[in-house]
């Protein structure tokens, strides 16, 4: 397989064929999900819940980041690789060049920030006038989830669906390429889908994004805790981890997964 890469991806929101992105932290789980097809693999800071066992991401640290980003990497065949600014790392723009500049370094094609307003879309530009690829991150953001007290599901007013919407276009015009929208109204989803021309990632944001992420260990069911609705066990009534992964893999490219079921409403 050809190596994917941004102007792949590109073309594949264009062209509506899905894209079909996982979560991974090691190097057993990326040689596996480039065998099974995924074309992008994000090395999110989820880790904090699923690898450090914390009760939220706002511990992880850059070096972690680095540290799990390079496992990946050295697995790694063909898949564009994502990986996330940890809270807290890019709050002013030298910062956040710094913070991505290590994550570049360790491999990743692209990192990932959370939120769209005023300051993270000067921090965008800023790290895209430096040649650093960046994909935003809208909607539901675990980072802010101690000014939030609980998550829930974002968008659901006129007002924040439209606040929303304009975030999402103002982070492709200051050079975003790429955006995660988690735990949003299905409709909303459709509606930035349609209206940016970069790819969008949904999880919890309906059928009609580019494509789907989620967390891998929610997807093979053996997350601990809560489960959002957005989350589909694929291992169910299958004989291997590959065959689950392959099956996600199916079912997003085909648009059978997310199911209404999985979505919100507005
Ligand atoms: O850290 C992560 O896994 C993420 C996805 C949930 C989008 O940011
Ligand atoms: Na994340």
Not at 2 to 26: C, F, G, V, W
Not at 136 to 160: C, R
Not at 211 to 235: A, R
Request: net charge negative; proline share 5%; glycine share 10%.
């Amino acid at each position: 397989d050809q190596p994917i890469n941004i102007s792949k991806l590109l073309s594949m929101h264009a062209e509506r064929e899905k894209i079909a992105m996982l979560t991974a932290y090691d190097s057993t789980m990326s040689a596996l999900l480039n065998r099974c097809g995924v074309e992008s693999i994000l090395i999110g800071d989820s880790l904090g819940n699923v690898i450090q066992g914390q009760s939220s991401t706002t511990p992880v640290t850059v070096e972690q980041m680095v540290y799990h980003t390079q496992c990946v990497v050295r697995a790694n065949t063909h898949a564009f690789l994502i990986a996330d600014l940890p809270f807290a790392s890019y709050g002013d723009p030298i910062q956040a060049l710094d913070s991505a500049a290590q994550l570049m370094r360790a491999g990743a094609d692209m990192v990932k920030l959370e939120g769209g307003g005023d300051w993270q879309l000067e921090i965008i530009q800023y790290l895209v006038e430096r040649s650093v690829p960046v994909c935003a991150h809208l909607g539901l953001l675990p980072q802010s989830i101690h000014l939030l007290g609980s998550f829930k599901v974002q968008g659901k007013t006129k007002t924040a669906a439209q606040v929303m919407h304009e975030q999402a276009l103002a982070c492709e015009q200051v050079g975003a390429q790429m955006v995660v929208l988690e735990a949003i109204p299905s409709s909303l989803g459709r509606q930035i889908t349609d209206s940016v021309s970069i790819p969008t990632i949904g999880i919890g944001a309906g059928p009609d994004c580019s494509g789907q992420v989620l967390v891998l260990q929610d997807m093979l069911g053996i997350s601990t805790g809560h489960q959002p609705k957005f989350v589909k066990n694929f291992v169910e009534g299958h004989p291997s981890i590959e065959a689950a992964i392959k099956t996600y893999v199916r079912e997003v490219k085909s648009g059978k997964f997310p199911g209404p079921e999985h979505g919100y409403s507005g």
